[in-house]
């Protein structure tokens, strides 16, 4: 068979998550939360169930979830969006993702994106023709080098790739990394993904700067997210997208004959849960504190920690510990050590090794004293 995709590999998360349960380690590899999600979410979900609220949810979302979306931007980021032309429900963020590339990406268009970069965005680009253009962020404060971007674009530039708080990375971009791309953007005839599923996960006070918040912007750019993320409930896979009227119709085309409509009690659950805005609001605080906690309990280890300033994800340098490649190094720490991690070589076109490991601290505090006390023993 001639393969679209010859050299792709089962995703990371999946190879260490399997490693892990094999290996029986704690596995602070792939992205969830350990502990469960609230109970009122779980109820309203049975609620809806019960209610009869099974068949196929509109195209573009439940109303009310959609409304309330619209309704959080616009009290967040003071621009608005159209519940009906510019809001669509999706199959969490990475089938928004994906649905926003399959739309605008054509045979022989360049794409660029930051690594280290979230595993799905070169894939995706390159199944439909595309062309991917990486460019490194600058180790270890994973800036962008704002004269290299502007050297890579050229008039086949067809898509910018953005995620902030960026995974794996921790890194929280500021206006200021808006301003510069919308500068250098402003007369080209190019797209961009703003990938902002940990957008209620920045710590120390740090903003989450929404491309929302770039209204000049708003007529090429899809914003993608993540309830997965919100209410701790990865599994539903449930998100939205964000563009503009026009570029919405183009990406409905698409999503309406690959997904049609998403899962429809938990739109409404969601939708019910999110009334209350603390339980969004929170989440801030909640996993600044699960960082503080494990970040305190690294710092007695020879690791050299990256400081994480948003997400559920730090990251430190092992070099202290061993010469393997991080690969190696993550497998080894899985079955010798049983805590699991992901290294952030998955993370770059061309396996680039920072001997850099990237830690999930989503996890109940017994699971981080635990994970802590064998990487103290190290
Ligand atoms: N983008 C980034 C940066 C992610 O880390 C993830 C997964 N956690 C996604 C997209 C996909 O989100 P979802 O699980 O909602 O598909
Ligand atoms: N986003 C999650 C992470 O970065 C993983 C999601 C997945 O397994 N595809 O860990």
Sequence with gaps: ??????????????AMSKLANENQAINLAQGFPDFDPHSSLIESLNYYSYQNYNQYAPMI?????????????????????????????????????????????????????FEPAYDLYKPAVEMFGGIVKPIR?????????????????????????????????????????????????????????????YEHMTFDQKEHQSFARIPSLKDRIFITASFGKLCHVTGWKVGYVLAGAELMKEFRKVHQFNVFSVHTPSQYAIANYLDDEHNYQELNDFFQQKRDYFVNGLSTTRFEIIPSEGTYFVSANYKNYSDLNDRAFAEELTIKNKVATIP?????????DENVIRFCFAKQEETLDAALERLNKL
């Design 137 to 197: 962020l600058t180790y270890p404060n994973y800036t962008i080098d704002y004269t290299k971007l502007k050297e890579l674009i050229t008039d086949k530039t067809k898509l910018v790739i953005f995620n902030n708080p960026n995974n794996p990375s921790g890194k929280i971009f500021t206006k200021d990394d808006l301003i510069q791309i919308e500068t250098i953007l402003k007369d080209k005839n190019c797209y961009i993904i703003s990938d902002e599923v």
């Design 61 to 113: 979302g439940v109303e009310k979830l959609r409304n309330f979306i619209v309704a959080k931007v616009e009290k967040l980021h003071q621009t608005v969006y159209h519940p009906e032309n510019e809001v669509t429900i999706t199959n969490g963020a990475s089938q928004a993702i994906f649905t926003a590339i399959a739309a605008v990406i054509e045979k022989g268009d360049e794409v660029i994106i």
């Design 1 to 14: 068979m001639n393969s679209k995709l010859p050299h792709l590999e089962t995703t990371i998360f999946t």
């Design 344 to 352: 952030f070589s998955a993370f770059y076109h061309d396996k680039f």
